[in-house]
């Protein structure tokens, strides 16, 4: 039943957030990019497949209220904006413990993290105190992930992939003393419709799709800079602007009258971070945006 549940749960998810970027759904027999230590992690049974594979997390020893459990850590690229959700499906333990969701940003380049150079971005304590699964979605904003850091850094490490995804397990207080046993069978990331939501007259369009002012921009992704080209039905007053993926005016590249026809304006992003970039063309009638992915 628990496993039919889950995989309603999932279609559901999936089908009705196509634009949700799945990070890992346990539909292959490879842990080989997870380590965990205090828990242990195994796949559900021995054959597995993408609709009903989910890994089980589980401490070999009971355990005491107030204390800490462990973790599991996966190692790879991950690529989470400000803003959007970040969207784990989990097993309840209907028991007071928690899970702490961090992502780990490697700044010195090394390869790993670590405490004294990098950066860690905390959840708040999320609740595990529920029967079967369900999706645990949390922000990504400054009110529910707290930012670890030695440094005056700031959210903009968001910028970059982080290189791994982290979940630390706890007991609470009124916690029952025994055996603790969740597990995991999603992790994604839910766009939030609100980010760049589009003013009136506005329109925000992925780069696949038609654009109004046949707006384009190369190369794509560039390095350091790139040609960006649209075109004006008619003669109009018309500004340009680049944004980061925290909403923040980069740059603006025109701000005057144009006439009908295609213009051509190129953005240099020397000294900025790599990551992905927005720009806005506005008209008198019409406004739009773009993406742009700036790769070093």
Not at 205 to 220: H, L, R, V
Request: hydrophobic share 35%; net charge negative.
């Amino acid at each position: 039943m628990k496993v039919l549940l889950l995989l309603i749960t999932l279609l559901i998810t999936l089908n009705l957030s196509a634009q949700v970027t799945v990070y890992d759904d346990f539909s292959k027999k490879d842990l080989s990019a997870w380590i965990w230590g205090g828990v242990e992690m195994k796949y559900s049974h021995e054959t597995d497949n993408k609709e009903n594979g989910f890994v089980e997390i589980y401490s070999a020893q009971k355990v005491k209220p107030s204390s800490y459990i462990g973790k599991v850590y996966k190692s790879s690229p991950i690529l989470f904006a400000v803003g959007n959700y970040v969207n784990v499906m989990m097993q309840g333990v209907s028991n007071d413990a928690t899970v702490k969701i961090e992502l780990l940003y490697d700044i010195d380049n090394n390869g790993k993290y670590n405490e004294d150079k990098d950066i860690l971005l905390m959840s708040k304590p999320v609740s595990l105190n529920f029967s079967g699964w369900k999706e645990v979605k949390v922000k990504l904003d400054e009110e529910n992930f707290k930012l670890v850091s030695k440094f005056n850094d700031d959210f903009t490490v968001t910028e970059e992939d982080a290189i791994g995804i982290q979940f630390e397990f706890e007991t609470g207080k009124n916690f029952k003393e025994g055996k603790f046993v969740s597990g995991i069978a999603l992790i994604s990331e839910i766009p939030n419709k609100e980010n760049l939501a589009p003013r009136e007259n506005e329109t925000i369009t992925s780069n696949d799709k038609e654009s109004y002012f046949e707006a384009k921009n190369y190369p794509n992704p560039f390095n350091p800079s790139t040609t960006i080209s649209f075109t004006l039905r008619e003669g109009s007053s018309v500004k340009l602007t680049v944004y980061d993926r925290l909403g923040r005016e980069v740059k603006t590249l025109l701000d005057e009258n144009k006439a009908a026809g295609t213009h051509t304006v190129e953005f240099n992003a020397s000294g900025l971070p790599s990551g992905i970039y927005f720009y806005r063309i506005k008209t008198d009638s019409k406004t739009e945006v773009r993406k742009m992915i700036f790769a070093k």
